[in-house]
């Protein structure tokens, strides 16, 4: 049974830094993309990665401030967030797909990872 690990959450002030990973075994010519739940919100995409490392962006991407990479000999997606904000706060998600290809944001993923906190608060 595949499983997807998120760790990396927790407590951070606006403006700081912060950087998740998903670990998980299956990422072999996988695309693993982050998703957020904010506090009385639907899950959204955020960003998705492609085993060759392109990456598309869904609805939440933040391009400007958030930045998906993969170590593909570690089986492990990183989500590096810059400059946080109070509305990052939230639940985040990694999802993964086989094929390799990063679908559309409301496509049904293989698997789920059970989440990471984000709070964002003075």
């Known amino acids: 049974q595949l499983q997807l690990v998120e760790s990396g959450g927790g407590l951070v002030t606006p403006g700081g830094t912060m950087k998740l990973s998903c670990t998980g075994s299956g990422f072999t010519e996988s695309a693993v993309a982050w998703f957020r739940q904010a506090p009385g919100q639907e899950r959204r995409g955020i960003q998705c990665i492609e085993w060759r490392h392109n990456a598309r962006y869904y609805t939440d991407s933040n391009r400007v401030r958030f930045t998906i990479s993969r170590d593909n000999a570690i089986n492990t997606v990183y989500l590096l967030m810059k400059n946080l904000e109070p509305e990052d706060t939230g639940i985040y998600y990694c999802?993964?797909?086989?094929?390799?290809?990063?679908?559309?944001?409301?496509?049904?993923?293989?698997?789920w990872g059970q989440g990471t906190q984000v709070t964002v608060s003075s």
């Open positions: 999802a993964r797909l086989a094929g390799g290809v990063c679908p559309m944001e409301s496509a049904e993923w293989d698997y």
